[in-house]
């Protein structure tokens, strides 16, 4: 796949790119070893008034680096604005915090001082997608700096301008030459990267074929690996549920981002005693979408991000149709140009089906009836995912159980599940492992130290009596 921004909504080539050379990627990794040289001695306060220097450039320019998304994904502009404003808030989060969650722990122990003390480990390597160009990059980059690390991006090659944007604000806050460059490399020069010593530990988001691929890499090389592999998140509505507000919710959580989210909900499992009223609502919200131009304040829906994108999404659901489910709405690719496709709801979906089993990444929601709570539970396991999940029941038994039972990273109760600095962001299962956002994810990439210092014992070691 060439490296390069195509118009999602017309198909249009706007700018190629030239990938790097083995040289200059070497020119790279080389300028961020020297890098983490400098960067892991400066100072808390020092990163955080770099990183709140990052947050301001991001929320001035919110406007054009918005338009630099939709134009590169397709996204709508209105949350293209919504992710730099994310970015921003992650930036300001980690500046504010850092320190506090590096701050050495202190450990009982008799006649020595112990401690937990934590280190960063050098330039750490970042291979992320295009669904979410900006944020998915500094919901890694802003721990990862904060804690003393350098970054090294291998962003997807469909947004190399949004790629080089992120650089130009770590340069511009003032993070020094090779704290934060973007490699505009082919995907064939990634396991040369893994092999290179210098870079000592990588995190992924993506789907999960690509997660064994770095995986193993990584595995060779033994080093450090966080995973966000994607899901097929469950949307539970039980009898006590607000059936307005679910059904209202569920159109966002099934459509966010065009559909094209890992932690999007993607298997409405709604009990039989509210099922026919809140297919309705489902529904009937689903067909109000407006899907168009995506600079349009007014469209809810633009198109896919790639033509090959939609063509599998397709494949999946002519797939399961033909093996039985049912179109309520939608189910196919809208005449034009662009990559578009139609809002879609499909019910009785056979077990074997496409729709079942596989993440579907696109405007398609899966709907399924159970009689009962424990019937829900098991069809939301019923997945090799386990990413987030969203449950919507007022009764307290019913959500401590789901809470207790449902195989995911993330359950949110009354609620679509979200990311947000302030909570740990990771799944289970195929889903990946590792955490990102919170105190966790600014640990998964520092060493640990352990100290102990013993106590001088009166009268010994001191070379006097």
């Not at 790639?306 to 999404?313: K, Q, T, V």
């Not at 990771?426 to 520092?446: D, Q, T």
Request: net charge negative; with cysteine.
């Amino acid at each position: 796949m060439p490296i390069a921004t195509i118009n999602p909504a017309t198909g249009e080539t706007i700018q190629t790119f030239t990938p790097l050379t083995d040289a200059q990627v070497e020119e790279k990794l080389q300028r961020a070893a020297e890098a983490f040289r400098e960067h892991r001695r400066t100072s808390f306060a020092e990163r955080a008034e770099k990183m709140r220097r990052a947050a301001g450039i991001l929320e001035s320019e919110k406007d054009a680096l918005a338009r630099t998304m939709t134009l590169e994904v397709g996204k709508t502009i209105k949350a293209s604005r919504e992710e730099v404003e994310k970015c921003a808030r992650g930036c300001r989060f980690y500046a504010e915090n850092a320190e506090k969650f590096l701050a050495d722990e202190p450990i009982t122990m008799d006649g020595a001082r112990a401690y937990k003390h934590y280190r960063p480990l050098g330039p750490v390597l970042a291979i992320m997608p295009w669904n979410f160009p900006l944020w998915q990059v500094f919901r890694f980059a802003a721990p990862a700096l904060m804690a003393g690390n350098v970054g090294l991006l291998k962003h997807a090659e469909n947004v190399p301008r949004c790629a080089l944007a992120i650089e130009d604000v770590f340069r511009r806050a003032g993070f020094p030459a090779g704290v934060f460059q973007t490699l505009l490399a082919e995907l064939s020069q990634v396991p040369a990267l893994f092999d290179d010593s210098r870079v000592v530990a990588a995190t992924l988001t993506g789907s999960d074929i690509a997660g064994r691929k770095v995986g193993e890499q990584a595995g060779r090389n033994l080093k450090k690996m966080v995973l966000e592999l994607g899901g097929s998140d469950p949307f539970m509505v039980m009898p006590s549920a607000d059936l307005d507000k679910a059904a209202q919710v569920a159109v966002t959580a099934r459509t966010i981002n065009n559909g094209q989210s890992c932690i999007a909900a993607k298997r409405f499992i709604v009990h039989e005693a509210i099922a026919d009223e809140f297919t309705r609502k489902f529904v009937a919200g689903m067909e109000k979408l407006a899907v168009g131009d995506p600079t349009d304040e007014t469209t809810d829906i633009g198109p896919l991000a790639r033509p090959d994108l939609r063509e599998n999404l397709d494949a999946q659901v002519q797939k399961s149709v033909a093996m039985g489910a049912h179109v309520l709405t939608g189910g196919h690719c809208l005449d034009g140009p662009g990559n578009f496709y139609a809002p879609t709801v499909l019910t009785d979906i056979p077990p074997d089906s496409p729709a079942h089993r596989e993440e579907l990444f696109g405007p398609v929601a899966l709907l399924f009836r159970v009689p009962d709570l424990d019937a829900a539970i098991a069809l939301a396991n019923d997945t090799p995912y386990g990413l987030g999940s969203s449950v919507w029941t007022g009764d307290a038994a019913e959500q401590v159980q789901c809470i207790d039972e449902i195989e995911a990273g993330m359950v949110f109760i009354n609620q679509m599940v979200a990311s947000d600095p302030r909570l740990p962001f990771g799944g289970v299962k195929n889903s990946g492992h590792g955490r990102e956002l919170s105190a966790e994810g600014i640990r998964e990439f520092v060493n640990l130290k352990t100290v102990s210092i013993k106590a001088k014992e009166a009268g010994r070691g001191t070379g006097t009596e």
